[in-house]
């Protein structure tokens, strides 16, 4: 028997809190991100010539920070575009969000990591698996959407968060596959996430392509 209209209200919660919960934690992370870029220790007086030679001592750190800038950018807009989905938020919703939270929080650390020891294989395997849980977390909170029906917003029904499921699968792809390239090359495993834009754009026309086609044949 399904769950009647009073025990579904009883179980939902507004998503305001949640939203802003979500929004300070991304600032936060964005925000601490740029610690990871030292500032120049020069004995006495500094010259131009010292400050442009610490910069580019510290230009990879300036390629890392951005790349997680960038990265943590597009989580927030995912999470974003999945809150659209949502009229209401579940415990188990709940708890799905703050599980991939706390490896948000996570971001700057391995960022950090990565940048002073790009050429280890073992701060880039930390790096790209904090990357893989952040994204596979997006997936686990539309499965939970799937299984609480009654949190999806009117507008929408159960097929379009299986579409946002499929989307959302290609970065958790990716990630391994930078994990793959980081056995061979340490150095250059982070250039996967420069494609993930033209491959989502890719996937998205393709599933757009695909639902015309059902609609025709129906």
């Not at 575009?81 to 703050?98: E, G, Q, T, V």
């Not at 948000?104 to 790009?118: D, E, R």
């Not at 609480?148 to 959302?168: G, H, K, W």
Request: net charge neutral.
């Amino acid at each position: 028997m399904g769950k009647s209209e009073a025990e579904n209200r009883k179980n939902q919660f507004s998503l305001h809190r949640l939203e802003s919960l979500t929004d300070g934690i991304y600032a936060i992370a964005m925000t601490i991100l740029v610690l990871s870029l030292p500032m120049p220790q020069i004995a006495g007086v500094s010259t131009d010539s010292d400050v442009i030679s610490h910069f580019s001592d510290i230009a990879e750190l300036f390629g890392t920070y951005a790349l997680s800038f960038l990265l943590l950018g597009n989580f927030w807009i995912i999470q974003l575009k999945i809150f659209k989905y949502i009229k209401a938020s579940s415990i188990p919703h709940l708890w799905a969000n703050l599980a991939g939270l706390l490896v948000v929080c996570l971001i700057p650390f391995s960022s950090s990591l990565m940048g002073y020891h790009n050429h280890t294989f073992s701060a880039n395997l930390f790096f790209h698996i904090n990357i893989f849980l952040i994204s596979a977390f997006f997936v686990v909170q539309c499965k939970v959407l799937l299984l609480n029906p009654e949190t999806i917003a009117d507008q929408f029904d159960e097929s379009a968060i299986r579409r946002v499921i499929l989307i959302n699968m290609l970065l958790p792809l990716v990630s391994l596959l930078g994990i793959g390239i980081a056995f061979v090359s340490p150095e250059w495993s982070t250039a996967v996430y420069l494609a993930v834009p033209f491959l989502t754009i890719r996937l998205k026309t393709k599933i757009h392509n695909a639902s015309k086609d059902r609609l025709i044949d129906l």
